[in-house]
């Protein structure tokens, strides 16, 4: 009586301290495309590999278990072979096992009345060599709605709308380039707070976070771009005040993952995520120094307590795209060529940071090492080649192209 006691007891604690079940729901098709769907109780740390032998993905749910009698149903369809179940320590862990390899999409976590729902996307449509997918990249448009953020009304300029645009140049350069898929953290001018921001990167697996702001500072004289990762301690005066502006009240819910607590759970995990945030924000200066419009307010990566940034796993970097209580950095951030060349910026550094961390099933380069960028309506050859920073000719000659004429939907390479 005892021995049964005692287990039931285990069994309780076990589900009080790692309580969050997972469970399988089921698949759903559409023309060639797949949604695995499974449910949690709360969002969850889940870390995803894919693996060329055996063609497979692999999640890991930390901190979950399995419902009991967990189920997979025994669900097999082309290109699916199997999936099976298994735990490990306190971790869950399915396995999709693949007679070809397919395109897929790291698992999205979706807020529902009864708690999470959890869906892994793939496709098998395209012929592939490799287990493939696409970069997220999470774009924070910094305030918005009831909070403006700085306001120069000398300039009519508002730092939410000036962070909304360079967002949007930013996203649409990384949507139209292949193996990226960017994610704007809000799209039109509503309110965020700094805790659901970095929550939405949790809820669609981001590859790495970039928060765009245009700040003001007391002094007028100050001006230029800075780039900032997270620390305890402020590296300047600048980035002390600057931080201590950038606070909101804790908006976390029972669904949310709680990112304070797993930092003291997984130093690993967040030292090496810090690491990263540093190689991130050194990509993005080293092209801010290269912008000849841009003056830099300083010429190394800084540190400051932006809760934003906070994130466990997910590199995490901070921009200041200027003071707009400078009459220079007003001016030039009000109009599109200024903008356009922050947005610029920030792709090259991006991208250069992709390319020192290409992961086995990342395709943002073709095999000869070429970008692939799909031309939209309106676009100009010499507009494609700011916004790349390489000559026209470059383009014209490697993809001979005659008088300059390039149409909706051609895809050109790019070498950068």
Known sequence: MKRNLIAVLIFSFHQVVFSNQLDFVGVGEKNKSYNLEFS?????????QSSNSPYSITLEFKE???????DLKLWQNYPIKNIESSTSENNSIIEIF???????????????????????????EKEIKK?????????DAGHGGRDPGAIAKSHNVIEKDITLLIANELFRTLEDTDGYKPVLVREDDSFIYLDQRYQKARQNSGDIFVSIHADAFSLPSVKGAAVYIWSDEASSNSAKSLSSKKVSSVRVDEFDFDEDLARSKYPEIYEKKKGKSLQLGKKILDQLKRDPYTHLHKKRVEYADFRVLKSLDVPSVLIESGFISNSEDAERLKGKPGRRMIARSLFLGINNYFKENLEDDFFIYDAEGYLTYTVQRGDVLSEIAIRFGVPVMDIINTNLIR??????????KIKI
């Open 40 to 48: 949690l109780e709360k969002t969850a740390l889940i870390v995803a």
């Open 64 to 70: 979950t278990y399995l419902k009991e009698n967990f």
């Open 98 to 124: 693949f007679h070809k390899p397919v395109t897929w999409q790291k698992p999205q976590q979706i807020k529902t009345e009864d708690g999470i729902k959890v869906l892994l996307s793939l496709d098998h």
């Open 131 to 139: 287990m493939t997918r696409e970069a997220i990249v999470m774009i």
């Open 403 to 412: 008088d300059e004429a390039i149409f909706p939907g051609q895809r050109i």
